[in-house]
């Protein structure tokens, strides 16, 4: 409202100076209170103009970040299989450059819409009050230029859902690449993917250049729409001047005010592109946000006093007709270390995301069995709160991440307790992570940065390990935990398997290396199998 307001008092102020300066002879000196009023005007309106930019960005940084935030959760809640799946890996390209189209939405657009819808009626009223007939060629020609947004808008449309489709199959491409640059390396293929990166690289650039060319084809056929409009205005304003029909102050005033009509829809057409593109960002973001989440109960159980059972469990894997894992059963409770071994593929890693209730089984069962009452009946991992029961499980990953802070922190954790120095310093020399602390430039207190910044994959590893050794969390899952590490550190990792065992906590451990399932007291082997319709399936025809 206060732009529209100061847009007339701006242009009356000029077409009455400029009036007063040609038609009367007005010198500076009069015209210097006007002339006064004139700059204040000028000013107000940058201001205004700042005020609408600066507050336009914190609201589309605050945006943006929320519904950043509530992604992220929303994935973490989806759970590792979704993550795992071709939706889950355009997650990231989503969350981070996706999403940042939506900032030109907010700063631009959306304040450029609005001032249309309060300051161009404003404009309209006072031109049609100083002049009926510039009032009419305003109201004639004003519809054409959302009629042409439209149609654009139709064009761009579609494109922006290529681009962003485009560019989160380049992200998801790039991620896969990235996580397996070691392998392709090793086997010498590391060149082979170059050509798929061009192409998809090409693609996106194809998809953005045709953004940006429906883009300044809009502007330009919005702009001499506009432009048209207004010399319409000012030819009939100045064949009136010429017969006398109208005064030069109501001509000048009303000139003024013609651009200003127009501006706003014009600016909202030139940012028409920035709204399909946070458009199209936020319906992908919202059809994340609306994917239904996996049932939970609210069963809550000691796993201190429990065991861990899996009964015929297998799992389909997405894109395979196969059970990855497939018909495995286990039980393992307190004072026990169990050993899943197995080809890779076999499911080793979805079996441990099936007994903490990560992954759902296509067959089979698991359950927490309590075992402090004869009377209790086993409770099926689906029914249990996910919180409670993920809070009594240590993870240990093949490589970890570490939240920035100290190692301390790190290994302690935020809220340390006053008997943590004796339990930190057996668990560092376990873990042999005293060697590492050692030869830190600020020993326990050396920072490190977010994701353990600083610190290689074997020294985050002994961190993880001596963290796991502290906790008094009474089930510890290591996730092949020796895959990446050396001799030194295979047999700190044995000892932490040993030890935890003895401390009379559930270990759970996936491993390759015949040391680590040595210290281990059984082994469980995994294998895949085909799900029975493929089994059945004829020759030649594809499950």
């Keep these: 409202m206060l732009a529209g307001v100061l847009v007339v008092a701006q242009a009356v102020l000029i077409g009455e100076t400029l009036g007063r300066a040609v038609h009367d002879g007005a010198r500076l000196g009069e015209l210097g209170p006007r002339v006064a009023w004139l700059a204040a005007v000028v000013a107000a309106r940058a201001v205004v103009s700042w005020c609408q930019e600066r507050y336009a960005v914190r609201a589309a940084a605050s945006t943006v970040a929320e519904l950043r935030e509530a992604l992220v959760i929303r994935a973490t809640a989806l759970g590792p299989r979704w993550r795992g799946s071709a939706r889950g890996t355009r997650l990231t390209t989503l969350a981070t450059t996706g999403l940042d189209a939506l900032?030109?939405?907010?700063?631009?657009?959306?304040?450029?819409?609005?001032?249309?819808?309060?300051?161009?009626?404003?404009?309209?009223?006072?031109?049609?009050?100083?002049?009926?007939?510039?009032?009419?060629?305003?109201?004639?020609?004003?519809?054409?230029?959302?009629?042409?947004?439209?149609?654009?808008?139709?064009?761009?449309?579609?494109?922006?859902?290529?681009?962003?489709?485009?560019?989160?199959?380049?992200?998801?491409?790039?991620?896969?690449?990235?996580?397996?640059?070691?392998?392709?390396?090793?086997?010498?293929?590391?060149?082979?993917?170059?050509?798929?990166?061009?192409?998809?690289?090409?693609?996106?650039?194809?998809?953005?250049?045709?953004?940006?060319?429906?883009?300044?084809?809009?502007?330009?056929v919005l702009e001499l729409l506009t432009t048209l409009s207004v010399a319409i205005v000012a030819v009939g304003i100045g064949l009136r001047l010429v017969d006398g029909r109208m005064d030069l102050v109501t001509g000048l005033t009303v000139l003024v005010l013609a651009p200003e009509v127009y501006l706003p829809l014009r600016q909202v057409g030139a940012q028409f592109h920035a709204s399909t593109d946070g458009i199209a960002a936020a319906s992908a973001a919202f059809e994340v946000l609306e994917e239904p989440l996996p049932e939970h109960g609210a069963a809550t159980v000691d796993l201190a006093r429990a065991r861990l059972v899996l009964d015929d469990v297998g799992v389909a894997a997405p894109g395979r007709a196969v059970l990855a894992p497939a018909h495995i059963s286990l039980a393992l409770g307190p004072g026990e270390a169990v050993a899943l071994v197995g080809p890779n593929g076999a499911g080793k890693s979805t079996a441990v995301q099936v007994v903490l209730g990560l992954v759902r089984p296509t067959r089979g069962r698991a359950v927490v069995v309590p075992t402090g009452d004869r009377d209790a009946e086993p409770v099926d991992v689906g029914a249990l709160d996910p919180e409670a029961f993920w809070a009594q499980v240590a993870w240990v990953p093949q490589r970890p991440d570490l939240g920035a802070g100290t190692v301390r922190e790190a290994v302690l954790g935020a809220s340390p307790s006053a008997d943590d120095d004796a339990r930190l310093a057996e668990a560092a020399r376990l873990a042999a992570l005293d060697e590492v602390v050692a030869s830190l430039p600020g020993g326990w207190d050396t920072r490190v940065g977010r994701g353990g910044l600083g610190l290689s994959v074997g020294q985050r590893q002994r961190v993880a390990l001596a963290a796991a050794l502290v906790s008094r969390r009474p089930v510890v899952v290591l996730d092949e935990p020796t895959a990446h590490l050396d001799d030194a550190s295979e047999e700190a990792v044995v000892r932490t398997v040993r030890a935890l065992r003895d401390e009379g906590r559930t270990v759970l451990v996936v491993a390759h290396r015949p040391a680590l399932v040595a210290a281990c007291d059984r082994t469980v082997e995994v294998r895949s199998a085909l799900l029975p319709q493929a089994a059945d399936a004829p020759a030649g025809v594809p499950a």
């Excluded at 030109?104 to 819808?117: G, H």
């Excluded at 009419?136 to 494109?159: E, K, W």
């Excluded at 070691?182 to 170059?194: D, M, N, Q, W």
């Excluded at 429906?214 to 502007?219: E, P, R």
């Design 103 to 220: 900032e030109p939405y907010f700063v631009r657009y959306v304040p450029q819409l609005l001032l249309t819808a309060v300051v161009t009626p404003l404009l309209v009223v006072v031109v049609l009050g100083l002049d009926w007939v510039s009032g009419l060629v305003v109201i004639v020609t004003l519809p054409l230029v959302p009629l042409f947004m439209v149609l654009v808008g139709r064009l761009t449309q579609g494109v922006a859902e290529r681009r962003l489709a485009s560019l989160q199959r380049l992200g998801a491409q790039l991620l896969d690449l990235v996580a397996g640059l070691p392998t392709l390396r090793a086997f010498g293929r590391a060149e082979g993917p170059r050509e798929r990166v061009r192409a998809l690289g090409d693609a996106n650039r194809r998809a953005t250049m045709g953004t940006l060319r429906i883009a300044f084809l809009s502007g330009m």
